[in-house]
């Protein structure tokens, strides 16, 4: 098939290195490797560092409408910036529609953004089957943590992408029970966590230097150091270990908000010795940093509407480590206590201290669970979802030519 997919957050550069870039990279070369013919429509590329079996199709850059008074408010600079979102999701099905005209497409998939209805819209013209992918509940995000002035707009938007598209894949339970309250059918929604590239996550993985770790155990993080990871969790936790047992070293990988705190936390802890903060580093990095773990965390805090899909947990159990993390959302479907890894209470670093510890003191629990773990990461594949987007696609196509 060939199959238009649009992007038109502008916030997610393709040849990005936020988790989303890699979703989208990934999953677009899944669907190549089914036979697929993709088109991916942009609104920002980035700068392309490698070749890819996709066709890239940034639409033209959209200028931001000059602000007409200089003294103008924040809520004016917001609803100024908004509006050229709604500019760039128009020029995005304008760009698709022309597309088509030269060489027609027989499907569409769409990454659910704010402020684009580009993909029903299209749908809806050329008379072809679309899927909207929905990763988290963005108005909400929006209302709740960051500025939002034309939210009337953007609810709208959001009731028609969800109750037009002719199929739309969540990526947790959360996320789909979300998409359901705001005008999507229940049969519509399908669930498909994120996934991992096992040519690049695998436990053959060359290791990579750890800084000063010095061939002591090492406990990994991989993430956004924001406050919802739960770093500051896993640092109270590692504290206590290295109380306990000298041979110990926490590696973080990433960058964010909490890196200046991490920094203040670890020096007035006197733990400069025993964790390395590697800040940013680039994506394909990351497998090779991680193979170097004896075990890996994922210590979210308590949160009440955890819709996350942790893309760390898929490469954690796809390198074989053993993980401890939160017993929290997805994860509790993903995780089986004792079997594939071990939970712990979000938000308890009595727990999280206490799990670690015994995998210090337990090698064979850790290669049990690292063997487990790598053995059901094979069902969290980009490739497995695009197969299952691809079966998809041939249903709605039949069920639209019985119509």
């Not at 680039?282 to 955890?306: K, Q």
């Not at 629990?365 to 094979?378: M, V």
Request: contains cysteine; aromatic residues 8%.
């Amino acid at each position: 098939m060939r199959i238009a997919y649009l992007l038109a957050d502008y916030g997610i550069p393709v040849f990005g290195e936020k988790g989303a870039s890699v979703h989208v990279r990934d999953f677009a070369s899944a669907l190549c490797q089914q036979g697929h013919d993709v088109t991916l429509f942009c609104a920002r590329s980035g700068t392309p560092d490698r070749e890819t079996p996709y066709h890239l199709h940034p639409v033209p850059f959209i200028q931001a409408t000059p602000d007409p008074q200089s003294d103008s408010g924040t809520d004016t600079r917001r609803k100024h910036k908004e509006a050229r979102y709604l500019r760039i999701a128009d020029t995005l099905l304008e760009t698709l529609l022309e597309a088509h005209r030269e060489q027609p497409f027989d499907a569409i998939y769409e990454r659910y953004s704010l402020w684009s209805a580009a993909g029903v819209n299209a749908a809806k013209l050329l008379g072809i089957p679309v899927i909207m992918e929905v990763n988290s509940p963005l108005l909400q995000e929006q209302s709740r943590y960051r500025e939002l002035v034309l939210a009337d707009t953007a609810a709208t938007i959001e009731r028609e992408v969800f109750s037009q598209a002719d199929a739309i894949i969540a990526v947790s339970q959360e996320v789909a029970d979300y998409a359901v309250s705001h005008g999507a059918t229940t049969e519509g929604v399908h669930v498909l966590p994120n996934g991992i590239d096992p040519l690049r996550f695998h436990p053959a993985v060359t290791p990579a230097a750890a800084g000063s770790s010095g061939g002591r155990f090492l406990i990994a993080f991989s993430g956004s150091l924001k406050v919802w990871h739960g770093v500051d969790i896993l640092l109270e936790a590692f504290r206590e270990l290295v109380k306990r047992y000298a041979g110990m070293h926490l590696l973080v990988i990433g960058d964010g908000p909490m890196r200046e705190w991490i920094s203040g936390y670890v020096a007035g802890a006197n733990l400069n010795s025993n964790v390395t903060l590697t800040g940013w580093v680039g994506h394909d990095a990351i497998p090779g940093l991680l193979a170097r773990a004896d075990v890996t965390v994922a210590p979210y805090p308590e949160i009440d509407d955890f819709y996350f899909s942790p893309l760390k947990l898929f490469e954690y159990m796809a390198l074989g480590k053993p993980v401890v993390a939160s017993r929290i959302g997805q994860i509790t479907s993903v995780l089986r206590h004792g079997e594939n890894g071990l939970m712990v209470t979000p938000g308890s670093a009595t727990e999280l201290t206490d799990a670690l510890e015994q995998l210090y003191l337990h090698r064979e629990i850790r290669e049990q669970l690292g063997r487990q773990a790598l053995a059901d990461s094979s069902a969290y594949t980009w490739k497995q979802n695009a197969s299952h987007v691809s079966t998809l696609y041939r249903q709605l196509t039949r069920a639209e030519a019985i119509a």
